[in-house]
Structure formats: C-alpha cells, structure tokens
C-alpha cells in the first residue's frame, strides 16, 4: 500500500534583506503511513514550521515552495489551484498553531471558529457540526463541553485554547493533521493535561499526524517516528525508540545531551553574608485597599535571603507573581507591605527614591531581548550608555570598557558597531546580558532569560552566566518556568504558587522527597526523555470544589493530598522538612512521603 | 460594559460642559461691544449703557453665563443681537439645510469610502490599492474651494448639467433633489473620502497580519471571508473613529463649500453672525457644532466598546 503522506525532494525558498532568494529548506523527504505521527524536531531556522506550513500548501510571505512534491492519498499539493487550495485545507489537512491565544480570533466566538471549517467545506449541518465540536470537546477533557463554545477566545485559559484549537483541526475529519509546537507555550502543568488529550484523540480516531517540536522529550510521548532537522537539511530519521536510544548523528547526539542539563554551582548556598534580604513582602496592582493591600494583590507575605555569590532560582507556573517579585525588588512596583533590605540597608519602595547607588546593583535582565535591546543603536551605544551613566566613563575609557564588556560575554569586540537585528538570537541575549554588567551590579535579576532560546544556545548562555557568577562574585536571582534550568544553575531554590511561597530550600533539598504538592506537581509534570511516560504518569485531580469560595490554601482545588475541611477552611502554617526546606503545607512530612514519587534523574 | 458606556457618555457631557464655558469664554473676549455697535454713530453714554443694561451685557461674567447655560437647556439661544429674531428660530431655518447636504454626503462617502478601502486591503500591493492611494492622496490635497469652483465650471458653467446655486428651498423631484445636491455633495465627499479610505484600508492591513488571519487561510477561508468576517470585525473600532472624525467636518467645516454654492446652512450663518457682532447667534452656531462633533465621537467609541467583546462582556 502507498504511504498516506509523501513528501519528495521538498524545497523552500526566502527572500533575504539583501532581496537574494535562498533556500531555507532543502531536500526534505518522508513518507507516513496511515494513522502514523510523525515528529519534525529542530531548533528554530531548522526549517521544521515551513515544512509543515508546506504540507498545507502554504508557505509564509517572503516564501515560496521552489519544488519537489508533495503527495497526500491521490492528491499532487504542490499541483491545486488556488481555489482546489481552498478546498484541501482544512478538509483534507488541518493545523494547530504554536500560541492558540494569537490564533483565535479576538471577536468571534469559540463555537464560530471551530465549526467554520465543517461548515465552508460543506461536510456538516451547523447542528451536526456543533454536536460534533460538544464531542470533542468532551473527548479534549474541556470543562463544561456544551457551554464553552459560547465563550469568546479571552475568556478561556491558555490550555483550554489549545485543545479548543486541536477541536478546530478535527472537525471536518481530515486525513492528516499538522500540530506545530502546540504546547510549547503552556505551562508544565498545563502541557501533560494537553498532551494527553491530544494523544488520546489522535490515536483514538487513527488521525495521521505530523508534530513539530522542539522539545525530545514531548516528541518521545507523541510520536512513532521522529525526523531530525538542522538549518532545512535532514539529519536524522527513524523510529524514535531508536532515535532516542542509539542517535546516529551527531547533531541529534548533541540534542539529546542538551535536553539532559548538566548541574551548575554548588548543591547548597555558599557561607556569605546575606546580600539581599526580603521581609514580609507583600504586592499587587490595582487601587490600596483599607488594609493596605492592593486589590489585585500578586504576592504575599514572602521571605527569602540571597546570600553574596549565590544563585536563588523562582519557579512557578503563569501568574505566580515571579515576574512581579523582580519587578518589586527592580523598585518598578513598589511593596504594598515588608521590605527589601540590601546589605542591611532597607531598600525604598519605589524608583523614584532610590539613589542611583541603588540602581547600580540590582540589574534587571529581561525576557525577550528582542524587545529590551533598542533597534536603532549600535551595541556599543547600547552598552555605553550605562557605563556613561554608572561610571561617567567617555571617549576611549568608554570603548575599552564595551570591549572588556563584549569579552566578559564571550562575544567577540567586531560586535560592537553592529545592530541589534543584525544578531542572532543568542548573541542578543548575551548583549542583553553584557548591558546589566555595564553597571558592575552586585545582584542580577534574570526574568527568564532563556526561555526564548534553543536548547543548545540556551545551555551557553546558563554556563556563561554560571561563570561569571563565580568570576565576578555576582548574585542572581533567576526566575523560571523551567524546573530543569532552575536546577541547573541555582544553589537554592524557592517555589511560588499563586504568589505565596510554598516551598524554600537548596537545591539538593529540592531534588529529595519529600515535596509539597505542587512542587510534586511541577517535578513529575516535566516530561522524561523515554517513552510511555505520559501514560505511567497519572492524573493528579484535587477534590471537587465550588468556585465562589477561596480556598485559605490556594493551591486545594488542584492538590492530590488537600484534606476538604482543613485546606479550604484554615490556612496552612509553615513547616519545616528534615530535607532542611520549608513548606506551606498542612500535611505531616510523613503523608507528604508516602505520596511522593520516586525522584526524577 | 453598561458602566463603561455609561462612563463615556457621562465623559461627553462633562466634555460639552467644559466646551461651553470655552465658547463663552472666548466671545466675551472678542474686541468689540454688541451695544455700540447696534447703535452706531448715534450711540451716546446713556443710550449705551441703557442698552447693555436692557441686553444683560452689565451683569457679571459668570452670572451672564449661568443665565446663558440655562437658556440652552431650556432650548432658549436668546435673540440675535442684529435683529431681535429668537436664535432658536434662525437656526431652525437653517440647521436642516445643513443637516440635508450632511446626510447627503455621508450617505455617499461612507459606503463608498468603505468599500473602496475595504477592497483596497484586499488587493493591497496590487495596480488597484496603488491607483487608490494615488487618486486619494491627491484628492486630499487639493483644497476644496478649488474642487467645488472647478466643479462649478466644467458642470454648471460649461455643460450646463447643474445648477450651480444650490438654494434647498423648493425640492419637489428626485431629479430637483439631485440637482441642487450634486454639486457640493460632489464637492464634500472629494474631502472626506480620501482620510476615510486611507483609514480603513490601513485597520484591515494591520489585522490582516495578525497570525488569527494566517489560521484562518489555512482552514482554507476564502479571500473574501477573511476580510470580511475575520479581519473587518476587529478593525471596526478604528474604522468608527476615522469616520466620525470624517464627518464632524460636515458640519463645522463646511463655509466654504456653503458659500461657494451660496447654500443656505448653518455655517454661513455663523461667519454671518461674526461680522455683525451677533454673539448669541455665534455661541449658539458653536455649541451645535461642537456638540454635533462631540456626539460622533462618542458614538464612535461606543461603537468600537459594543464591537470588542473583551469590553463587551465586562
């Protein structure tokens, strides 16, 4: 029988600035069977998105498919009209896209856009179509599957928008699916619930599958066989138990080792004094309220000590007020209650009235350094400015010290006249990085720094910044998402969950059970480079509740372990843990035990 | 999303508030005094003051003003210094001669102006979004009195298809309406198309980058659908306000167009008022255009809260 899916010598060209078409993707070849998932696994410029958009027969402005072929049952893609296009997307393929949030549309409703597809290509009655859609929704483990089509795009979380997205795809029944990192934008905690309705209905109704990725160990969950792509050439291709035990290539041997992070730093914090010491931190937005809380309040009461040299990792899903607390140290959002000392010194709240002594040493890096660094200056405009401004260094003292800057990133001094755009994503991050350093600060605050980056790329710049911390006697605090990055670089690490502090302890306590329940959470929803682990991990729900009450314990509607009558009603108290952390738990360190799973690698 | 409609409505009637203490303002500091200047040579110290005194010029600022603001409520202008008619009443004369070649004209351009600008973005890059962004930016630049004088001449004066008075007296016909109405309703959309097409072909390019776009032509939507049912509805907001700016200039900007066609509205009114020191007639010609402003701007935002559902549903 022929393979459902054939793509053949498959080529895609880009105009570059220069107005030169260059190939971006060259020579891609693969055929699937039916019902097979396939994964396209690289890291980003590896051309994996414009195969997929291409299966679709589709490629982005600036793009055009050059040649090859590409084959779906009988049909020739490259070969349809316009108009035949039409007809085949949707109907015959379909696609989940990276950030559901930006691919629904703001002002229609959820039903309209699911069932649009079923409805355009004339497979389904608009009552068919949304019996169907109720279907799916139910088979996606979506809450409240008749009404949710009713809502519009902003009122339904990340999580529920993208398995709305995977109904969309479904709807007309297509023979083929193309999922595009379809949950690298979600939370831990969120990803394994998707993943495992994802899995469910594709295997369930034998769709064929295409998943684009960039994460092994999603794709080692998902597919049957996995396609390694670099810079638009295979590498790599085959079944992915064998991908994942014996790699040929050396590209696909050097993924795997990234996804498995080396540990950086000590295992507990060093014997320093305290650098930074937060007290009793309290803070939100919105108007102050009588009791001197905001009406939004995002963190509360939170304590915690950076000693000189040391590295504090914050880890929480979306909304847990980790971005906030670097905000409120920044002096960006001033507390609403508590203090931050700084070497003894309590800290004033807000920007305004802080020295530039204060602004000195703490450096705020941000996320994204696409948008911190300014487009229109020169590298060295954009280091030099601070060094202007900390240190009133001009002239040739001015350039000597953007250079040892550059050095200190391990960039090399040509950079210096160079553009921001002109960068890759990387060196960016690392300009980013150097433009704190300008200050000499004493604390860095690093807001995850490298969530936007490659495995690979992402891994150099953790080292770097492991570096320099012992080079330069530096203190960070690093917030993440990512247990794996926080463990990797932190000597002690502190867990937020809807900005209270849950647990608190080194990093060698946080690798040993027992856990609090969210930490738990979080621990074993970080999916493990093997196969069959989405279907061993089973599915933590906490005990049904109804949604006008707030808990005392925030984190009771969703813990395995809550105790309904204690959780909800009373306030969990602090305890310490003979691992040496603190958590906020109700439960005895001994249930905490019995229900923990066996630590990860 | 009633407390926030709320919220802006209430917004517009402060607005008007501080607008009306700003006409009043502003006229009590024209040079100049209505009392002399009705009198003339003949004006003698008592004569002067006994007139003032008669037309409430001698109260004090604040209290001509109270008096003034309640008048307006009441929907009493007071009376035309220059000849004693009620204002009200020179107004109503007036107001639906220019509400008539406003409607007129609205009801061409907007329709037009949008298609125009919706098929632009459609086609955007394409012979026709170039032939429509030069043919508006020229249009645009060409001042009115010259549109309407040249409008005049090749229709009126050369092929005598057109009247070229436009006295909105006795219409009786379809044909008589269109008419007297060609011309400066011609004359008034070449101004008001042009800002209307650029604004609403500049909302549809820029959410038909958004990647919801991109989704929606890979489910296979054809052209049409995506601008109209995908893109045209986030780009409402945007296109409201261009075209209530738009047409806020029928009302207040129009003197030229009126005096051209020696048309009997409101704006010629005002300039008249002006000449002759008839301060009630020029408060009351401001405030109605002010007003008329304010509530198409406000019914824009309206619009745009009523078409976002994130406002919507709040």
């Known amino acids: ?601 | 999303m009633l407390r926030l409609v709320a919220a802006r409505l209430g917004l517009g009637i402060v607005s008007l508030l501080l607008v009306s203490l700003a006409i009043f303002a502003i006229t009590s500091l024209l040079p100049g005094d209505a009392a002399e200047e009705l009198l003339g040579q003949y004006a003698t110290r008592e004569t002067v003051a006994g007139l003032r005194a008669q037309l409430g010029l001698d109260l004090p600022g604040h209290v001509r003003y109270l008096h003034w603001l309640g008048g307006l409520i009441t929907g009493d202008f007071g009376r035309s210094l220059a000849n004693g008619v009620p204002v009200a009443q020179l107004i109503g004369s007036r107001l639906p001669n220019s509400l008539m070649l406003a409607a007129a004209t609205a009801a061409v351009s907007v329709p037009l102006a949008l298609t125009i600008g919706i098929t632009a973005a459609m086609w955007r890059g394409g012979a026709y979004d170039r032939a429509v962004s030069m043919l508006t930016l020229s249009v645009v630049s060409v001042p009115e009195f010259l549109v309407a004088t040249a409008a005049v001449i090749v229709f009126a004066v050369h092929l005598r298809w057109l009247s070229a008075l436009s006295a909105a007296t006795d219409i009786t016909s379809v044909a008589q309406f269109f008419r007297v109405f060609a011309l400066p309703v011609f004359s008034l959309c070449c101004v008001i198309i042009a800002q209307m097409v650029r604004m609403t072909r500049a909302a549809i390019i820029d959410q038909l980058r958004a990647p919801y776009v991109e989704m929606a032509v890979l489910k296979g939507v054809g052209p049409f659908r995506v601008v109209l049912r995908h893109a045209l509805p986030n780009a409402i907001g945007p296109i409201a306000n261009a075209v209530a700016l738009s047409l806020s200039y029928l009302l207040g900007g129009v003197i030229i167009v009126e005096t051209i066609f020696n048309y009997p509205g409101i704006a010629k009114l005002m300039v008249d008022g002006v000449a002759t020191r008839d301060l009630p007639v020029v408060q009351a010609c401001a405030m109605i255009f002010c007003a008329a402003y304010l509530v198409l701007v406000t019914t824009a935002d309206v619009v745009a809260i009523l078409a976002n559902p994130r406002l919507r549903h709040r």
């Open chain 1, 1 to 601: 029988m022929a393979p459902q899916l054939e793509v053949r010598d498959l080529e895609v060209r880009a105009r570059n600035a220069a107005g030169e078409e260059v190939p971006i993707v060259r020579g891609a070849s693969f055929a699937l069977e039916k019902g097979e998932v396939l994964a396209l696994i690289g890291e980003s410029g590896s051309g994996k998105t414009t195969i997929a958009l291409s299966l679709l027969g589709y490629a982005r402005p600036g793009c055009r498919i050059a040649g090859g072929s590409i084959r779906l049952g009988e049909t020739d893609v490259l070969a349809l009209s316009r108009r035949e296009l039409r007809h085949f997307r949707g109907r015959r393929v379909s696609y989940v896209a990276q950030s559901a949030a930006a691919a629904f549309n703001p002002s229609r409703t959820v039903m309209a856009q699911v069932t649009e597809m079923a409805l355009l290509h004339g497979v389904a009655s608009r009552e068919a179509a949304e019996r169907r859609a109720v279907d799916l929704f139910r088979a996606l483990a979506l809450p409240d599957p008749e009404g949710i089509g009713a809502r519009y795009p902003h009122q339904v979380s990340g999580g529920q928008l993208q398995r709305l997205m995977a109904a969309m795809a479904l709807i007309a029944e297509p023979e083929l699916v193309v999922l595009d990192e379809p949950t690298t934008a979600l939370d831990v905690t969120t990803q394994i619930e998707v993943l495992r309705a994802f899995k469910q209905v594709v295997k369930g109704s034998g769709t064929t599958a295409v998943y684009v990725s960039h994460d092994l160990a999603v794709v080692a969950q998902m597919a049957d066989r996995i396609l390694v792509l670099r810079n638009g050439e295979m590498q790599e291709t085959g079944p992915t138990a064998r991908i994942l035990a014996a790699p040929e290539n050396a590209y696909t041997q050097s993924l795997l080792a990234a996804a498995d992070p080396v540990p950086r730093g000590a295992e507990a914090p060093p014997e320093t004094e305290p650098l930074l010491t937060v007290r009793g931190l309290s803070a939100g937005y919105g108007r102050t309220g009588a009791d001197g809380m905001p009406a939004v309040p995002v963190l509360r009461d939170i304590d915690f000590t950076i000693r000189r040299g040391s590295s504090l990792g914050v880890i929480g899903e979306s909304g847990s007020g980790k971005s906030t607390l670097a905000r409120v140290i920044a002096g960006l959002l001033p507390a609403a209650r508590g203090e931050v000392l700084l070497d003894g010194q309590a800290l004033p709240p807000a920007l305004a009235q802080r020295t530039p002594s204060h602004l000195r040493r703490i450096q705020l890096v941000f996320q994204s350094a696409d948008t911190a660094l300014n487009p229109r200056r020169s590298v060295a405009g954009i280091l030099g400015r601070p060094i202007e401004f900390f240190h009133g260094a001009r002239g040739a003292d001015r350039d000597r010290r953007v250079r040892r800057l550059l050095d200190l990133v391990q960039l090399p001094a040509a950079l210096a006249d160079r553009h921001p755009g002109e960068l890759s994503g990387g060196q960016k991050q690392r300009v980013n990085l150097a433009r704190a350093l300008a200050a000499e600060p004493d604390l860095i605050l690093c807001d995850e720094v490298t969530s936007a980056l490659d495995t690979v790329v992402g891994a150099a710049i953790l080292d770097l910044m492991d570096e320099l911390r012992r080079e330069l006697g530096l203190s960070t605090m690093f917030i993440s998402h990512d247990l794996h990055t926080v463990r990797s670089v932190c000597d002690e690490v502190m867990v937020l969950y809807a900005g209270e502090r849950v647990e608190a302890g080194s990093r060698r306590a946080i690798q040993e059970a027992p856990w609090h329940p969210y930490t738990e959470l979080l621990i074993s929803s970080v999916p493990e480079l093997r196969q069959g682990w989405l279907e061993e991990r089973g599915s933590v729900r906490g005990p049904e509740v109804t949604e006008t009450s707030k808990p005392a314990c925030a984190f009771f509607p969703r813990c395995g372990l809550a105790i309904p009558g204690t959780c909800d009603l009373v306030a969990p108290p602090r305890r310490m843990l003979s691992k040496g952390a603190e958590i906020l738990c109700h439960r005895e360190e001994a249930d905490l035990l019995r229900a923990a799973i066996p630590a990860g690698p």
